[in-house]
């Protein structure tokens, strides 16, 4: 039986995810929760009926962001802050391929964007030789568009689509940074460059990990060369996530979390990631 701390735990609380969703006059069933964790919950839905309409989306997910409260405290806040973000950064990225198109809005902290068909890199697959050059492409063009997608350290964001092909999800802490020209604009210009160097270094990293005899020598020697941003990263956010996934493993335990309805193993929501 689920504790009132395992719940706090969650993006919706005692809720789950809907088991049905409609927009634009069609439905669509869930199919799978990925994931549900403090900050939001995700899960792919299938679109009811046979249509063979090209406009439709056939398959899509829908991510809820927090929106249940903590101890009696309000944190829809934290949702909407987190939507919008999130939503500002695919819609500054719309066109592109290899990335969440964004269909609609869901509620006050719902996104709903078309479905990517692929697996991901934590699932440890064999890779194409030429993966990690699509990926770095990829990459490439986001930066381009003065983002820094700052979440390559999980694989679990990076898909691997079904001609071989890198594709990447969830940028929910992606950022974008512009500036005007002159003394003003040099310090979001100097972080934005150290934030995009981390992504090449999470990059080179997870090549150097699958496909590590492709690595140049400069590439491998950048696969080692730990930036700031990262070193801040791994003394407060490292630790931060460390806690909690030992706060689940023993709440899960205890049998003192309940885990949302699904009967497909995904690597987000398996427990074992949480007992390691």
């Not at 898909?159 to 020209?181: E, H, M, S, T, Y």
């Amino acid at each position: 039986m689920a504790s009132h701390l395992g719940y706090q735990l969650k993006a919706l609380g005692k809720t789950s995810l809907p088991v049905r969703i409609c927009m634009g006059g069609r439905c669509y069933h869930r199919d799978a929760i990925f994931k549900h964790d403090f900050f939001a919950a995700t899960a792919a839905y299938k679109l009811e009926g046979n249509t063979h309409e090209s406009n439709l989306a056939g398959k899509v997910v829908l991510k809820v962001h927090r929106c249940g409260s903590l101890w009696g405290w309000p944190m829809i806040w934290l949702g909407n802050i987190l939507v919008k973000h999130e939503i500002a950064n695919l819609q500054h990225l719309a066109g592109m391929k290899n990335v969440p198109r964004l269909l609609a809005r869901y509620g006050s902290t719902g996104l709903v964007y078309e479905y990517i068909e692929g697996y991901s890199l934590d699932e440890k697959p064999v890779l194409k030789k030429d993966f990690f050059d699509s990926l770095e492409f990829l990459l490439k063009e986001i930066h381009q568009k003065n983002m820094a997608y700052i979440d390559l350290n999980k694989r679990g964001n990076i898909l691997i689509r079904p001609d071989g092909q890198a594709a990447l999800i969830d940028f929910q802490i992606a950022v974008v940074l512009l500036w005007r020209k002159g003394i003003t604009g040099w310090p979001a210009k100097r972080l934005l460059k150290r934030l995009q160097a981390a992504d090449r270094y999470h990059l080179l990293k997870h090549k150097r990990r699958f496909l590590g005899d492709l690595l140049s020598d400069a590439e491998r020697a950048e696969s080692y060369r730990i930036t700031n941003a990262i070193k801040w990263h791994r003394r407060i956010i490292l630790p931060l996530t460390r806690l909690r996934r030992r706060l689940l493993g023993r709440l899960y335990r205890g049998d003192h979390l309940a885990l949302d309805d699904t009967t497909v193993r995904h690597s987000e929501s398996c427990p074992e990631r949480w007992l390691r």
